[in-house]
């Protein structure tokens, strides 16, 4: 049987992997996880120069525990399987096929430009109801 190419799948350990097609209900559980990062970086943006050198290094582990657990989400690998038989590089390669094959860079483009048009109809559908709630 043939293996993955390098484009459809990716080396986890001793295991070989497929680079997940990104669904909702996998994107539903990638960004309840990813609201860590979020709070990391608020709280380093918050923290005193004074003190931000200790946070970066603490947040440099931090990273890494974030990298491994992005991995086993989104490869359905245990986390305890991943810490003991992959490699950090092999973690991150599989992260950015993953991007690259779900074409994310264009998909936030798309929805960037959607964000104007829905918000300037969500005001305007505001101003409708107050203009017939003063009425």
């Given amino acids: 049987m043939f293996g993955l190419s390098k484009k459809?799948?990716?080396?986890?350990?001793?295991?070989?992997v497929?680079?997940?097609?990104?669904?909702?209900?996998?994107l539903k559980k990638l960004t309840d996880h990813i609201g860590t990062i979020?709070?990391?970086?608020?709280?380093?943006f918050m923290t005193t120069d004074r003190d931000r050198a200790v946070f970066i290094v603490a947040g440099a582990d931090i990273a890494i525990d974030e990298?491994?657990?992005?991995?086993s989400l989104l490869s359905d690998l245990p986390i305890e399987y991943l810490d003991e038989h992959a490699a950090l590089g092999e973690?991150?390669?599989?992260?950015r096929l993953t991007w690259e094959r779900n074409d994310m860079n264009e998909a936030l483009k798309n929805l960037s430009g959607l964000i104007p048009p829905?918000?300037?109809?969500?005001?305007?559908?505001?101003m409708k109801r107050?203009?017939?709630?003063?009425k």
């Fill in 8 to 16: 459809d799948g990716v080396q986890l350990g001793n295991k070989q």
């Fill in 18 to 26: 497929e680079i997940p097609k990104l669904t909702r209900k996998r």
């Fill in 38 to 44: 979020g709070d990391y970086l608020v709280r380093l």
């Fill in 67 to 71: 990298i491994y657990e992005l991995t």
């Fill in 91 to 95: 973690c991150t390669e599989f992260l």
């Fill in 118 to 126: 829905m918000a300037q109809q969500f005001v305007q559908s505001i």
């Fill in 130 to 134: 107050m203009d017939q709630a003063a």
